[in-house]
C-alpha cells in the first residue's frame, strides 16, 4: 500500500516520518527519532503495523513464493526436471547465484505427464511459478500460459521457431514436441489456487 503523502520515488537519505508515527523498515533507517530512506525506491507503509518501507527501484531479485521465473533446464530425471534459475519477471537482473530449482512430473503440465522427456529438453529456456522458494526451489509449469519460451533442435541445435502445436528447426526441418508457454503470463503472485498451480 503506498501512502498518499508519500513520495512516489526516495533517494538514500530523504525523510520518510517520526519514529513515533512509524516503524523502520527494509531500505529505511532511524537517525535522531527520524525515518530516512537508505536506498533508491517506492516508499510504502504498511497498514497493520505502521511500518515505512522502501522497494529498491534495481534491487538485487530474490525468488519468492508466487513469483514468475525463468530457468534453464540442466538434466531431465525420470521424476524432475532439474533446472537453473535465470531471473524473475519483474527485474532485468539475474538472480545471483544461480539457484537451482526442480519441476516435479505432476508439476509439468495439467493433466497426466508420462515422461519428462515430452514436456521439456535439456537447455530449453522455461517460464514457470515458484510453488516453494526455501530450502529449495520448486517450479511448476502445470498452467497453460507457462512452460518453454526457448528451445533448441535436438539434432542441429539452431533456435526452434515455436508453432501452436509444435517447434520446428528452420534449419534442418526437424519438428518438436514440447510443454510450450501459452497467452500473455499471469501476474507474478497472487493468481495461482491452492495446489500452486
Known amino acids: 500500500m503506498t501512502d498518499p503523502e508519500l513520495p512516489r520515488l526516495v533517494l538514500p537519505g530523504d525523510y520518510l516520518g517520526a519514529a513515533e508515527e512509524f516503524l523502520p523498515g527494509r531500505g529505511t533507517y532511524e537517525y535522531g527519532g527520524r525515518i530516512y530512506a537508505s536506498l533508491l525506491g517506492a516508499p510504502s507503509i504498511d497498514p497493520g503495523d505502521r511500518t515505512v518501507r522502501v522497494e529498491p527501484r534495481n534491487g538485487i531479485p530474490e525468488v519468492q513464493e508466487g513469483d514468475l521465473v525463468y530457468a534453464r533446464v540442466d538434466e531431465l530425471k525420470t521424476a524432475m526436471a532439474v533446472c537453473t534459475v535465470l531471473g524473475t519477471s519483474t527485474s532485468r537482473r539475474a538472480v545471483p547465484g544461480a539457484p537451482e530449482g526442480t519441476v516435479h512430473i505432476s508439476k509439468a503440465k495439467d493433466g497426466y505427464t508420462e515422461t519428462l522427456a515430452g514436456e521439456f529438453a535439456v537447455g530449453d529456456v ?30 542441429c541445435h539452431a533456435l526452434l521457431t515455436l508453432g501452436a502445436k509444435e517447434a520446428v528447426c528452420p534449419r534442418c526441418g526437424h519438428r518438436e514436441q514440447r510443454k510450450f508457454a501459452k497467452g500473455p503470463l499471469p501476474p507474478p503472485s497472487g493468481a495461482h489456487g491452492p495446489d500452486g498451480r
Not at 522455461?126 to 498452467?143: C, D, F, Y
Request: hydrophobic share 55%; net charge positive.
Open 126 to 155: 522455461l517460464v514457470a511459478r515458484v510453488l516453494q522458494a526455501h530450502p529449495g526451489i520448486k517450479l511448476s509449469t502445470a498452467q497453460a500460459p507457462l512452460g518453454v519460451v526457448a528451445a533448441r533442435c535436438q539434432l
